[in-house]
C-alpha cells in the first residue's frame, strides 16, 4: 500500500476537527473531504482549501474514498450512519455506548459482510485502548480484577446526550473518579466497587428560551446507560458562564489490574491516559485504526471488527520489518 490513503470525514464537530489535524500529521493518508448534513457553506475547516460537500454526494464516490472516518454521536448518529455507510465504504467508528455494542457490532457486520467492505467499530480510547488493557490484565493476570476509572474530564458521549435533551440550548458533561475508590484498588484491597462506587456525573446546561428546568434535569438523570446508573448532579448555568468556564476538553482515566500470581506474590499493572483534548486524542485512535481498516480490506479480510480482532502492527505506517528492528 505505497498509495497515499484517502479518507473522508464524516460529520464535522469536534471530533471531526481532531480527525482533521490528526490526518495531517500522517503522511501516508490525504483527505478527500467532509461530508455533512449541514448546509456545507456554513462549515468551516481548518484547512480552508478542504472540500465540505454534502453526506448525501457521497453515492457517487465509493471508488474514490479508500475509508470513511465516521465522526457522529453514539446515541443516535451512529447506530444508522455505521451500517448504511458500511454498505458502500469500508468504515471507522467511535461508537461508545458499551452496553450495546453486541448490537451495534451485528448490524454493521451484517451490512459489511454483504458489501464486502471493512468496518472497524468502537474504537477511540474507552472503548478502544482501554478494552485492550483491560484484556490484557485478564489474560496475563488470570487471578485478580480489574478496576476501570474515568476522568476528571468532559464525556463528549454524554455530552451529546445531554444536548438532545428536549430543552437542552447546550451543555457539557463530566465524568469525576472517586480518590477513595481509587486509592483501595491501588493497595490491592480489591474491593466489591459499584458503578455509583467508582464514579459521578456532573452536567453544566443551558436551557432553551422557557424550558422546564425540573423536567430537564429529570430527564437527564433518569436516562438509561448514560446517567440513571451514576450519581448525576445538573448545574443550570448561562450561555456566557458555559464559554466561559467549560470552553476545554480534557480527559484521562486508568485501567488497573489488581492480581496475584501465587499466593502472596501480589501483581498490579496500570494503564493511564492524561488527555488535554479528548476529541483530538480520539481522533488518533481513529486515523490509526481507518489505516488498518484500509488495509484490512485490501487484504480481504471484510465486516466488522472491533480493536480486540486488529494486530497492532496494522495501525502503524512502518512496515513489519522496521516495527521487528525499531520497537520489539
Known amino acids: 500500500m505505497d498509495a497515499q490513503l484517502r479518507i473522508g470525514i464524516v460529520g464535522y464537530g469536534n471530533l471531526g476537527q481532531g480527525v ?6 500522517n503522511p501516508d493518508m490525504t483527505l478527500v473531504g467532509v461530508f455533512t448534513r449541514r448546509d456545507p457553506g456554513s462549515v468551516s475547516t481548518i484547512d480552508p482549501t478542504v472540500s465540505v460537500r454534502r453526506i448525501e454526494e457521497l453515492d457517487t464516490l465509493q471508488d474514490e474514498i479508500d475509508v470513511l472516518i465516521l465522526c457522529g454521536g453514539s446515541k443516535s448518529d451512529l447506530p444508522e450512519q455505521t451500517p448504511a455507510l458500511a454498505a458502500r465504504f469500508s468504515v471507522v467508528d467511535s461508537f461508545d455506548t458499551h452496553t450495546r455494542i453486541p448490537e451495534h ?5 451484517a451490512a459489511a459482510r454483504a458489501a464486502e467492505t471493512t468496518a472497524v467499530i468502537s474504537t477511540g480510547w474507552d472503548p478502544g485502548l482501554f478494552s485492550l488493557q483491560r484484556l490484557y490484565g485478564e489474560a496475563i493476570l488470570p487471578q485478580g480484577e480489574t478496576y476501570t476509572f474515568w476522568g476528571r474530564g468532559l464525556s463528549q458521549g454524554h455530552s451529546d446526550a445531554i444536548r438532545r435533551v428536549p430543552g437542552v440550548a447546550a451543555g457539557v458533561q463530566y465524568t469525576i473518579p472517586s480518590d477513595d475508590a481509587m486509592a483501595r484498588v491501588r493497595a490491592g484491597d480489591r474491593p466489591a466497587l459499584s458503578t455509583r462506587d467508582k464514579h459521578t456525573r ?22 438509561p446507560d448514560y446517567f440513571e446508573p451514576y450519581d448525576t448532579t445538573v448545574h443550570i448555568v448561562s450561555a456566557e ?5 467549560h470552553a ?3 480527559h484521562g482515566g486508568f485501567v488497573i489490574r489488581s492480581a496475584t500470581t501465587s499466593e502472596g506474590v501480589a501483581q498490579t499493572v496500570e494503564f493511564q491516559l492524561a488527555l488535554e483534548s479528548n476529541p483530538e486524542f480520539t ?22 471488527k472491533t480493536p480486540f ?12 520489518e522496521r516495527l521487528r528492528a525499531e520497537l520489539l
Not at 458562564?241 to 468556564?245: F, G, I, M, N, P
Not at 480482532?309 to 513489519?320: E, F, N, Q, T, V
Open 283 to 304: 481522533a488518533s485512535v481513529l486515523v490509526a485504526y481507518a489505516r488498518a481498516a484500509a488495509r484490512l480490506s485490501v487484504s480481504g479480510d471484510h465486516g466488522a
Open 105 to 109: 457490532f451485528a448490524a454493521v457486520d
Open 202 to 223: 456532573e452536567c453544566f446546561v443551558v436551557l432553551e428560551d422557557g424550558a422546564d428546568q425540573d423536567a430537564v434535569r429529570e430527564a437527564i438523570v433518569t436516562m
Open 241 to 245: 458562564e458555559l464559554a466561559r468556564d
Open 248 to 250: 476545554g476538553v480534557p
Open 20 to 25: 482533521e489535524r490528526s490526518l495531517a500529521m
Open 309 to 320: 480482532d486488529i494486530a497492532p502492527g496494522l495501525l502503524s505506517p512502518k512496515s513489519p
